[in-house]
């Protein structure tokens, strides 16, 4: 049990800097009220202070504390209660800040991250000339509204209390059991949050001729509820994402890289490029990759980029890979040697490619495909005659690869079957589907 | 022994072997895979992934998470170091060891997602209010990506500064053959921490270019962090004489160590008086037209820049002493030629090759404009 402290202020730093009459000064007295109360180690609590006159709060209190930039306090306070889930993390933040990163408090709620949020509510922007806020009521006058407030005000805790928020609040500075609430909120697990109306004697109270008593019935009139409006047990997200997430294997056997040892033979004299032009779907990016792999089991090297569209199942899928005796250093491929045009949409992409063939070129053509003028020499491939395993889409370009490889010996069948035993889940389909490649008939 | 990967994933690997333990992001093309490898791998070894709702809230949580005692990492494209930019900045002020991934592609705005290009890297120097300096790194391979990666985490620890890590399309989405060696990854350095028996001052240094010790939040000191201008003690302060101290500080810590942080590397052709000066995916097509010419009987230095920021100058003049022309490619419209122009002497000629089409530089296109043909 940690030792009762008188407060948690800094004497050094006081008085507080605030206008006379100011709710600031009463949040922070009952803050430290709260923080006695609880009787937390101040080595574990961190004060994560937004912009605005709220901001100038953390150096008042001997704790650790953030100042961080304007409505992202609580960014800041979930990071670091990520980090140090066994620490007390309390944001203090204006109705500007509210404003400003609404957004961020939506999904702190939503996450239900264990900050405290307490929002220094003073309808207004008091630092920088009394402009209208987020939480401005109707027809309240400020610097930008001298016509009156025409924009609804935000209720704060009804957005963070539908979104998921453990524990939310609204009173005012006038609420003589403001400590023991904020005590409360420090205490729930999860995100809390309270909603603290006050005055701001500098813009609001002369503009509005606000009074304590006015400052409540404008909470009545907007139909905003006080006191504890949301009180749930939802689990607290550091500790869930720790159970759920986190587990403490040794770094070396996290993220292994499958090693290709070369240990065949290949044939290729110089650097080589193909295009494999299919469709979503038909597994094109796989048989890229394999057809790079099992070069590199054949001592070759290997480069490959993939093209499709944004939306992944529809359309075109195209692989460009390199392989080389030596070290490819550019990656782009101008002219292919070699072009697998086996479906329609990939067919559509390289018709241009193909038309630069040269004699020396290669067009492997699925036989169902319209013919294209080519110089290239060009093979027709009938997948039919491989019955059920030429019927399906996705085993299109490994079979095709697989003729290519037995009719030209650029290298082993047997390095391309190492490459497909590397993913086990498909090893078996996908070595069936290159055997029968050899019943695929080539006009 | 090879293995098959592209960069994203050399860069994953590269977190995970700098013991880097929190990484927060947000979806975007062509970066998202980082933020997939590490959201699968990281927590497996105690490490948190956070996907953000949005670019500024995961560096939020990537700050405040390196201020409580982790190595951090995020990973983003043009749009989101946009969001970045202001707490790049309180990154900055704040002295938080942080790595940055810019896996670029065509700017401005959205762009073109999944096009490669080299357009941020004068924005990665100059994104943020104030002016004052972070490190940048580029990466030309995969291999590099893991390596550079590490040394970025290094980098951050040893000078508690924002590292950006400038990839691209092409190298983060190319599958290549790597020879990644796990087992001989360099240490990073810890990052300096404050002792235990003395007051601990946030901003307790003798000299300006001195990196203040660190304690971390719930750590045996209690710590002051602010975005605001501050004192030694980290209290808000106006006084000139505090203001000075603090943003030469800033400026020095970095700048007057240029030459530890400089990566330059070299290859010569005695007597050539031709340069290609490239760096990142255009390196690329810099070393293939080299190779190229240099086959063809035309003589050629290669240059590749590897630390873009602070720009390396005595190592850039003294790599292009003798040297009369001086070929710079870069996938933008000149970003980087301007710094070599400045350090250029009146006798020597700087040509740009741009390209912002798109498509790679080729190695052809380089000979052609160096007279390497």
């Known amino acids: ?443 | 022994m090879p293995q098959f990967m592209d960069g994203n994933r050399a860069i994953a690997l590269g977190a995970i072997d700098a013991g880097c333990d929190f990484f927060a992001g947000y979806p975007i093309t062509p970066a998202t895979s980082i933020l997939l490898h590490l959201a699968q791998n990281l927590p497996e070894m105690s490490g948190l992934v956070l996907q953000g709702e949005d670019e500024i809230a995961s560096m939020g949580f990537c700050i405040g998470a390196a201020m409580s005692g982790r190595r951090v990492m995020t990973a983003t494209s043009g749009p989101g170091i946009s969001l970045y930019s202001e707490n790049i900045g309180l990154a900055i002020m704040g002295e938080v060891p942080l790595v940055i991934v810019d896996v670029q592609r065509m700017g401005p705005a959205t762009g073109a997602a999944t096009t490669g290009a080299q357009g941020d890297i004068q924005f990665l120097r100059w994104g943020t209010s104030g002016g004052y300096p972070v490190i940048v790194l580029a990466p030309t391979t995969v291999e590099e990506c893991y390596a550079l990666t590490i040394k970025a985490f290094d980098l951050a620890e040893r000078f508690r500064v924002p590292v950006f890590l400038a990839t691209d399309k092409e190298t983060a989405l190319t599958k290549t053959t790597t020879h990644i060696e796990r087992e001989h990854a360099p240490r990073v350095r810890d990052r300096k921490t404050a002792d235990l028996e003395s007051e601990f001052v946030p901003l307790g240094i003798e000299e300006l270019d001195e990196v203040p010790a660190m304690t971390p939040f719930g750590g045996p000191h209690k710590l002051r962090f602010t975005t605001s201008s501050h004192d030694e003690h980290g209290y808000l302060t106006k006084d000139p004489q505090a203001l000075d101290r603090l943003n030469r500080h800033l400026a020095e810590k970095i700048e007057a160590h240029v030459e530890e942080i400089a990566m330059v590397d070299v290859d010569a052709d005695q007597g050539s008086e031709t340069a290609v000066l490239s760096y990142g995916i255009s390196a690329r097509s810099a070393k293939a037209a080299v190779r190229e010419a240099r086959q063809k009987g035309k003589k050629a230095t290669l240059i590749t820049v590897y630390s873009l920021w602070p720009v390396p100058e005595d190592a850039i003049r003294e790599a292009l002493k003798g040297v009369k022309t001086i070929i710079v490619p870069e996938l933008n419209l000149g970003q980087y030629t301007r710094e070599i122009q400045r350090l250029a002497t009146n006798d020597q000629e700087v040509i740009g090759i741009y390209r912002v089409d798109g498509k790679l530089i080729t190695p052809e296109e380089i000979r052609e404009q160096g007279g390497l043909l």
């Open chain 1, 1 to 443: 049990m940690n030792t009762k402290r008188e407060t948690y202020l800094n004497p050094d730093t006081l008085p507080f800097p605030f206008c006379p009459g100011c709710g600031h000064h009463t949040i922070l007295e009952k803050l430290d009220q709260a923080l006695v109360d609880l009787a937390l180690d101040p080595k574990e609590v961190v004060i994560v202070s937004d912009i605005g006159c709220a901001g100038l709060s953390d150096r008042y209190f001997d704790t650790h504390a953030f100042h961080g930039l304007h409505g992202r306090s609580v960014t800041y306070a979930t990071g670091i209660k990520m980090a140090r889930p066994e620490l007390t993390v309390i944001v203090l933040i204006g109705d500007g800040g509210f404003g400003i990163g609404g957004h961020h408090m939506l999904n702190a709620a939503r996450r239900n991250i264990g900050v405290n949020v307490f929002v220094f509510n003073n309808l207004n922007y008091g630092m920088t000339g009394g402009e209208h806020s987020v939480t401005t009521p109707l027809e309240a006058r400020t610097s930008t509204t001298p016509y009156g407030q025409l924009e609804q005000p935000l209720d704060i805790p009804a957005s963070v209390g539908l979104n998921g928020a453990n524990f939310a609040a609204r009173t005012t500075t006038f609420d003589p059991d403001l400590a023991n609430l904020m005590a409360q909120a420090i205490q729930h697990e999860g995100f809390s949050l309270v909603d603290i109306w006050e005055l701001c004697t500098a813009y609001f109270v002369p503009q509005n001729r606000l009074s304590k008593a006015k400052l409540e019935q404008t909470l009545v009139k907007l139909d905003f509820d006080t006191g504890v409006l949301h009180n749930r047990q939802r689990p607290e997200f550091s500790r869930a994402y720790r159970e759920k997430a986190v587990n403490e294997r040794p770094r070396e056997d996290v993220m292994e890289v499958t090693t290709l040892q070369p240990s065949f033979e290949n044939s290729l004299s110089r650097q080589k490029s193909f295009i494999l032009a299919g469709a979503a779907g038909a597994k094109i990016g796989t048989a890229g990759t394999l057809l790079s792999q099992g070069a590199i089991f054949s001592g070759m090297q290997a480069t490959q980029r993939n093209d499709y569209p944004v939306t992944v199942k529809t359309g075109h899928s195209i692989a460009e890979v390199i392989l080389s005796p030596e070290e490819i250093t550019y990656t782009g491929v101008e002219k292919p040697d070699v072009i697998l045009a086996l479906f329609p949409e990939g067919l559509a992409k390289v018709r241009k490619q193909i038309k630069a063939l040269n004699e020396e070129d290669l067009l492997i053509l699925h036989a169902d495909l319209p013919g294209v003028e080519t110089a290239a020499r060009t093979w027709r491939l009938d997948f039919r005659s491989a019955n059920r395993w030429g019927r399906k889409k996705e085993f299109r370009a490994i079979m095709a690869l697989g003729v290519y490889l037995r009719e030209t010996g650029l290298y082993p069948l047997e390095a391309f079957k190492e490459a497909i035993r590397l993913t086990p889940r498909f090893a078996e389909d996908n070595l069936a589907a290159l055997e029968a490649s050899k019943d695929v008939e080539m006009g």
